[in-house]
Nanobody, 118 residues
C-alpha cells in the first residue's frame, strides 16, 4: 500500500516556475515508477511525465518537454515536478501516481491545483 500526498501548487504568472512535491508512504517507494498527470477543467486527465523506479530515466509529454523536469529522491520517499516557463494552458490539477514497473498506475494522490495567469 502506498499513500501519496502532493503539495506545492498555487498561482503563478505566465513564465514563472513552481515545484510540486509528492510525498509517499511505504517502504517500497524505491520500487515504483512515479508518474505525474494533470486534469484541466472540462478536459480528460493527461499524462505529463514519469520517472523510473531508480530515478535514472524520465519521460515527458511533448507539451511539457524542455520545460518540466521530474526527479525522485528515494531516501526521502519524494518525487518532484519542477515546472518552468509556465503557460496558462498548464493550468490544471496535478496528480502524482505510483505503479509497479510494467503495470498500470495503482496509487494516486489527491491532487494539487496549479493556476497560471496570463
Amino acid at each position: 500500500q502506498v499513500q501519496l500526498v502532493e503539495s506545492g501548487g498555487g498561482l503563478v504568472q505566465a513564465g514563472g516556475s513552481l515545484r510540486l512535491s509528492c510525498a509517499a508512504s511505504g517502504r517500497t517507494f524505491s520500487s515504483y515508477t512515479m508518474g505525474w498527470f494533470r486534469q484541466a477543467p472540462g478536459k480528460e486527465r493527461e499524462f505529463v511525465g514519469r520517472i523510473t523506479y531508480s530515478g535514472g530515466s524520465a519521460y515527458y509529454a511533448d507539451s511539457v518537454k524542455g520545460r518540466f523536469t521530474i526527479s525522485k529522491d528515494n531516501a526521502k520517499n519524494t518525487v518532484y515536478l519542477q515546472m518552468n516557463s509556465l503557460k496558462p494552458e498548464d493550468t490544471a490539477v496535478y496528480y502524482c501516481a505510483a505503479a509497479s514497473p510494467g503495470s498500470q498506475y495503482k496509487y494516486w494522490g489527491q491532487g494539487t491545483q496549479v493556476t497560471v495567469s496570463s
